[in-house]
């Protein structure tokens, strides 16, 4: 069950905000994770519109694609964090694998998959891994 996510209300730099939402590493839990982008995004808007609309849908597929890869291949629960960057979003998310995320080869004919890392290092501006004794947190930059 995913927890209700926190909002972080002190502001990261000059009224920038910040959000954590934690979720316990099921699948129905990448949708929980992509509501809450949506919602972060949404909030944002409010006050910073998006110099593209496409940087808002942008953002929600990297989510999802980080929260499946996530429930994928990381037992167990994983968090996913958001903040406003001056020129940007900077999303994390934190899963319990110490494995880095790898590229895969790309086989329609065996019913798809290996596309998704593709298409994180695609839109995003930066990618970036670190591994811990806990884990890890994948580090993505897009442009809002």
């Known amino acids: 069950m995913a927890t209700e996510p926190h909002w972080d209300d002190t502001l990261a730099t000059e009224g920038i905000p910040s959000r954590t939402a934690r979720f316990a590493g099921e699948l129905h839990h990448v949708t929980g994770a992509r509501l809450a982008a949506e919602e972060f995004l949404d909030d944002l808007a409010q006050s910073s519109l998006p110099a593209a609309p496409e940087h808002f849908d942008d953002i929600l597929l990297v989510v999802t694609e980080l929260a499946a890869n996530a429930v994928q291949y990381a037992p167990g629960p994983f968090a996913?964090?958001?903040?406003?960057?001056f020129d940007g979003v900077h999303v994390t998310l934190s899963d319990t694998s110490t494995t880095p995320p790898a590229?895969?080869?790309f086989h329609p004919s065996r019913g798809g998959g290996g596309i998704g890392w593709h298409l994180v290092h695609t839109l995003c501006d930066q990618v970036s891994v670190v591994v811990n004794d806990h884990g890890k947190d994948v580090h993505v930059f897009l442009p809002w």
């Open 80 to 85: 996913l964090s958001m903040r406003r960057t």
């Open 103 to 105: 590229p895969r080869p």
